[in-house]
């Protein structure tokens, strides 16, 4: 059982460029999210799901892009990058209701 | 709007020493309470939680009761080892699905 696959782990980008990272779950679960985790701020919602074809925006939306056509993936896009957008990047998946939320290993992304 | 306040850091501790970390919480309805540990270069996983009023999470010798009257939910271990540093963060999460976390407390502990 993979869990929560996310890729790349590491990308470096130029500013202006875009780029998707990826997520991928095989455990069936309906809810998916995006965060980002910078020094000293937590956790923040960037965009979540709770089923295919279904996403709505978090906490800090902006420059970000997501859709969710398979249970499975929900790509994270940014349309042109930004060094505010340097941070890294957690895809988050969990059934439905107040449920425990199982994480994917990280994507740290660079802008230059 | 929810919210989750925990204890600023970072900690920094000998080991065997008694672990608290402080975790309060405001939210509409009754959420469910976590406590989640990161390692260096990991993402998140679940240490423990509570769904309900007065249950208490406990997983590797951390424990956590769930404090409706005070809106709490403090971290607690006995005798910390080297192996328990890392970023412990805080979080509720909803019936609607709706997640929460603090802004995390990194703990070191010395040998």
């Known amino acids: 059982n993979a869990g929560v696959t996310q890729t790349p782990k590491f990308q470096v980008l130029k500013t202006g460029q875009s780029m998707t990272l990826q997520c991928a779950q095989d455990?069936?679960?309906?809810?998916m999210s995006w965060y980002r985790q910078d020094p000293g701020m937590g956790l923040r919602l960037i965009h979540y799901?709770?089923?295919?074809?279904?996403?709505d925006q978090g906490e800090v939306p902006n420059g970000y892009n997501v859709s969710r056509s398979t249970t499975e993936d929900f790509p994270l896009r940014l349309l042109s990058a930004a060094p505010s957008q340097t941070s890294v990047y957690f895809c988050a998946s969990a059934t439905t209701g107040a449920n425990v939320l199982t994480f994917g290993a990280g994507s740290r992304l660079t802008v230059l | 709007g929810d919210s989750v306040t925990q204890m600023e850091g970072p900690v920094t501790l000998s080991e065997e020493a008694f672990l608290t970390i402080n975790c309060t919480y405001t939210a509409t309805g009754y959420p469910s309470l976590f406590w989640y540990v990161q390692y260096p270069g990991e993402g998140l996983q679940l240490l423990l939680k509570a769904t309900k009023a007065d249950d208490k999470g406990s997983n590797k010798g951390f424990e956590a009761t769930y404090r409706k009257e005070t809106t709490s939910f403090h971290l607690e271990k006995g005798s910390v080892q080297v192996s328990d540093s890392a970023v412990y963060f805080c979080a509720l999460r909803t019936n609607a699905g709706k997640s929460t976390f603090g802004d995390g407390t990194t703990l070191t502990v010395k040998p």
């Open positions: 799901s709770v089923g295919a074809g279904i996403t």
């Open positions: 455990m069936n679960h309906e809810y």
